[in-house]
């Protein structure tokens, strides 16, 4: 049998503090109902002034390894897939290798937005299958609410922070990742950006004074992207693996909008009730969503041995990216 990998562990970790759209409706002009009504949105947590996404990457990671039975330094290496790491240079990931004492890993961030941790899984799955590591630790962890506008009603009540984390190891059973699928279109680079602090509008007085280092939206154009191409790719996904929507066990979509994922679900003809939802608690954790929800329907036994679990994740970039898993 040729190599796999397999998740062999999970964990996550969300900050204490807790935002809700009452508390939303204090600081700009919104409701509870708009938020609801349009996103699915209950509440967020968000990090504290000194917690990093390192800090919650930790966090989660510790509950993944000891899922797993993995010790630090057994890891080969780490991915932080992330839009929000604590400093430009070094990475997210070798700032949580230290934290973690996983000494023999190498370690990298991935950008790929909220389609981050596919990506990640993507590339993971791939160093796996070439027989390159034996054992990944793969996180997807966003502190956004240090990169949003609070003035900004239309993306500040969307997001949140935390981190999930999995830990990918070498198999060759049935079980595993059966296919990964990473896209994009950088045409539409400009319907989600962060556009100030890069090469091209480097941190200055103006683009402070611009709010350039918020997180920009236009969310009706991307919502309607969202929709079209989440439907293609879920069924593109199960095609290739030759499942029937019928056959699968738990969709576990990205994190954005209630009304994207339930388009998504009624595209596959899945019942509510085999979608795994957090967005009502923890709001859009970008490349977090997924590896959270994945931890909280593992920990719930929502998901067997052997059941076909589907991911699904849409964000900027454009980017978005699937994968189908034996679980
Ligand atoms: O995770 C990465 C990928 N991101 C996504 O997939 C997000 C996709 N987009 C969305 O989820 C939705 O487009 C939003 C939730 C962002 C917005 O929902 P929408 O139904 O597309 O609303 P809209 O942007 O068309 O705005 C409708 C109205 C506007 O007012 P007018 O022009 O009709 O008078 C907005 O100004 O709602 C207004 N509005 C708000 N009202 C109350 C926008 N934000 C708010 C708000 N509270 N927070």
Known sequence: MPLKSRITGTGSYVPEKVLDNFDLEKKVDTSDEWIIERTGIRERRIAESAE???????????KALQAAGVKPKEIDLIIVATMTGDMPMPSTASILQRKLGAKNAG???LNAACSGFLYGLSVADNFVKAGTFKKILLVGAEVMSKFIDWKDRTTCVLFGDGAGAVVLEATSGKRGILSTHIYSDGNLWDFICLPGGGSE???????IKNRMHFVKMKGNETFKVAVRTLEKLVI?????NNVKPSELAMLIPHQANLRIISATAK???LS???VA??????GNTSSASIPIALDEVVRDGRIRNGEYILLEAFGSGLTWASALIKW
């Open 277 to 282: 939802i957090n967005l009502d608690r923890y």
């Open 236 to 240: 593109n996904t199960l095609k290739v």
């Open 52 to 62: 990093t996404t390192s800090d919650l990457s930790l966090e989660a990671s510790k």
């Open 107 to 109: 370690a990298f961030d």
């Open 272 to 274: 509510m009730s085999r």
């Open 267 to 269: 595209r596959l003809k």
């Open 201 to 207: 509008h480097p941190p200055s007085l103006k683009t």
